[in-house]
């Protein structure tokens, strides 16, 4: 019976444990589902600078959490989202947004993929094109003695 305990203590411990070194579990209060709903949503919607490829609201990065905080405490405040991602970027720069805004410096960045799907879509329509019209060629008349030739001489043999 001391042994259940002793396994029954430890298998608690252990749990224990692997909980407190999840890290703590952030909730903010709002008073206004809209206004919950915007925070998930800007919180969504801007990279941790740390982690590189995830969203704040998903990131256990020190840098994540003061800047849900800094959202949190923004959007109290009544600022709007337009304000909140302009303060963002200002601090941390672009790379915070998953969607960079349409500016003179990111027209490549959105207008690359446009131009090389339209480029790709010529290069088929050309290559289409180009064996259709390569099969429908005659044969000249040098072309066509020296086939019959060979035709001739493999029938012989």
Do not use: K
């Amino acid at each position: 019976m001391a042994v259940m305990r002793f396994l029954a203590l430890g298998l608690a411990l252990l749990l224990g444990g692997g909980l407190a070194w999840a890290g703590a579990i952030e909730t903010r209060e709002f008073d206004d589902p809209v206004l919950e709903q915007r925070y998930h949503s800007l919180t969504a919607s801007l990279r941790c600078p740390l982690c590189q490829n995830q969203a704040i609201d998903d990131s256990d990065a020190p840098v994540s959490a003061d800047m849900r905080e800094r959202v949190y405490r923004l959007l109290l405040d009544g600022r709007a989202d337009i304000e909140i991602l302009n303060h963002m970027t200002e601090r941390f720069g672009d790379y915070v947004l998953y969607n960079p805004r349409l500016e003179g410096r990111t027209y490549l960045l959105w207008g690359l993929p446009v131009a090389l799907l339209g480029v790709g879509g010529l290069l088929v329509v050309l290559v289409v094109r180009a064996r259709r019209n390569a099969s429908a060629q005659r044969l000249s008349a040098a072309e066509r003695e020296r086939l019959d030739a060979l035709i001739n001489r493999e029938r012989s043999q």
